[in-house]
T-cell receptor, first 111, second 112 residues
Framework: RKEVEQDPGPFNVPEGATVAFNCTYS??????FFWYRQDCRKEPKLLMS???SGNEDGRFTAQLNRASQYISLLIRDSKLSDSATYLC????????????FGKGTTLSVSS | DTEVTQTPKHLVMGMTNKKSLKCEQH?????MYWYKQKAKKPPELMFV???????INESVPSRFSPECPNSSLLNLHLHALQPEDSALYLC???????????FGEGSWLTVV
């Protein structure tokens, strides 16, 4: 059974706040992990891949805990433009492999 | 701008119509995907093609028929759809299956 579970939203934060999103996955054989961002009525776009050692891209930090099957995304110094839905994505091995999306967490940053 | 191109951007079709959604990528990717997305829901995997062969069919009804004419093209043929099939249909590609995927802008489908 393939499942990717995310924090329920929405998250409403002021500009400058730090916000963290969490995600758990059920398939212990998964090897690739990503955070995608989706704006209203737009396609999902890759925000960042998630590596075992953790990785940072500017204000964004992603962490992976394979033992707990847990992924996180930390956004520091939130901007209005960060308002979007953040999708946790995990690869799933079946006959081939494909990426499965969590339900997403909506972030709204206000001034 | 996305390098995955989908046409048409919008499609309205009746329940007895036959139509097709088209997708093209020129990034040399060998895996291509169809996802379906309803409002306020995540993208839901429908089909995966790997090296032009269908590798995953997520129990999609036969009224949706995928086709991969070559490594750059992916079609989704639609026939006898239901109003509940109205959604955003997203095509995506990746270098190989399981890698980072890149989405097209999607085709907004309305079945009347």
């Amino acid at each position: 059974r393939k499942e990717v579970e995310q924090d329920p939203g929405p998250f409403n934060v002021p500009e400058g706040a730090t916000v963290a999103f969490n995600c758990t996955y059920s398939n212990s054989a998964s090897q690739s992990f990503f955070w995608y961002r989706q704006d209203c009525r737009k396609e999902p776009k890759l925000l960042m891949s998630v590596y075992s050692s953790g990785n940072e891209d500017g204000r964004f930090t992603a962490q992976l805990n394979r033992a707990s099957q847990y992924i996180s995304l930390l956004i520091r110094d939130s901007k209005l433009s960060d308002s979007a839905t953040y999708l946790c994505v995990v690869n799933y091995n079946q006959a081939g492999t494909a990426l499965i999306f969590g339900k997403g967490t909506t972030l709204s940053v206000s001034s | 701008d996305t390098e995955v191109t989908q046409t048409p951007k919008h499609l309205v079709m009746g329940m007895t119509n036959k139509k097709s959604l088209k997708c093209e990528q020129h990034m040399g990717h060998r895996a291509m995907y169809w996802y379906k997305q309803k409002a306020k829901k995540p993208p839901e995997l429908m089909f995966v093609y790997s090296y032009e062969k269908l590798s995953i069919n997520e129990s999609v009804p036969s009224r949706f028929s995928p086709e991969c004419p070559n490594s750059s093209l992916l079609n989704l043929h639609l026939h006898a759809l239901q109003p509940e099939d109205s959604a955003l249909y997203l095509c995506a590609s990746s270098q190989n299956s399981g890698n980072t995927i890149y989405f097209g802008e999607g085709s907004w489908l309305t079945v009347v």
